[in-house]
């Protein structure tokens, strides 16, 4: 069964720091995959999304992601991160099948932001 | 393009009543799925329709639960005879068949947070 797991639960760094978030997942085939943000109280945001060709892929707010296949994992960073980027980051894989286009989630990693 | 919306935002009830929550979907997206989303957990899928049409519905959706998407636009998702763990945010996203081209991406609504006492 597909799967996506975030190894850190909690995350914090200092403002104008450099940012990466883990995000490994399990899938037999090409995998589509996802990043959101969640801030406090409201729905998800998409930063980025890869499907397929370059592996490194650029979202909003300057978050890019690279996807690496040896490796399973497609891990977002940040060069400088702001004090508004504190929130949840929620990664995600399509879960492919006959007929389904549903989305699985991992269990997101808090980001704290230290002025 | 107004995004996807959801009513009501927020939703407190007591033990055994009946919720029912709404989602409007971006306009000329015919797909469209459910969610909930527990403290400290990713969202979990529920349900999906294509259409009108409920193509797939999790485990996790028991006989409680049902929802509709009557004339492909709007659905609504009613939990019947709440119970406390049914307190969760409960979201909404649609998202564009365009299988043709590329997977669909998913745009999600601000949620309704249940809170079942």
């Known amino acids: 069964a597909q799967s996506v797991t975030q190894p850190d639960i909690h995350i914090t760094v200092s403002e104008g720091a450099s940012l990466e978030l883990r995000c490994n997942y399990s899938?037999?085939?090409?995998?589509?995959l996802f990043w959101y943000v969640q801030s406090p109280g409201q729905g998800l945001q998409l930063l980025l999304k890869?499907?397929?060709?370059?592996?490194l892929v650029q979202g909003i707010k300057g978050f890019e992601a690279e996807f690496k296949r040896s490796q399973s994992s497609f891990n977002l960073r940040k060069p400088s991160v702001h004090w508004s980027d504190a929130a949840e980051y929620f990664c995600?894989?399509?879960?492919?099948?006959?007929?389904?286009?549903?989305?699985?989630f991992g269990t997101g990693t808090r980001l704290k932001v230290l002025a | 393009d107004t995004g996807v919306s959801q009513d009501p935002r927020h939703k407190i009830t007591k033990r055994g009543q009946n919720v029912t929550f709404r989602c409007d979907p971006i306009?000329?997206?015919?797909?469209l799925y459910w969610y909930r989303q527990t403290l400290g957990q990713g969202p979990e899928f529920l349900t999906y329709?294509?259409?009108?049409?409920?193509?797939?519905k999790s485990r996790l959706l028991s006989d409680r639960f049902s929802a509709e998407r009557p004339k492909g636009s709007f659905s609504t998702l009613e939990i019947q005879r709440t119970e406390q763990g049914d307190s969760a945010m409960y979201l909404c996203?649609?998202?564009?068949?365009?299988?043709?081209?590329?997977?669909?991406?998913?745009?999600f609504g601000p949620g309704t947070r249940l809170t079942v006492l």
């Open positions: 306009s000329e997206h015919n797909r």
């Open positions: 996203a649609s998202s564009l068949d365009s299988r043709a081209l590329l997977p669909d991406t998913q745009y």
């Open positions: 329709f294509q259409n009108e049409a409920q193509l797939e």
């Open positions: 899938y037999g085939a090409t995998p589509y």
């Open positions: 890869y499907f397929s060709g370059d592996t």
């Open positions: 995600a894989v399509e879960g492919q099948g006959s007929g389904t286009y549903k989305y699985i």
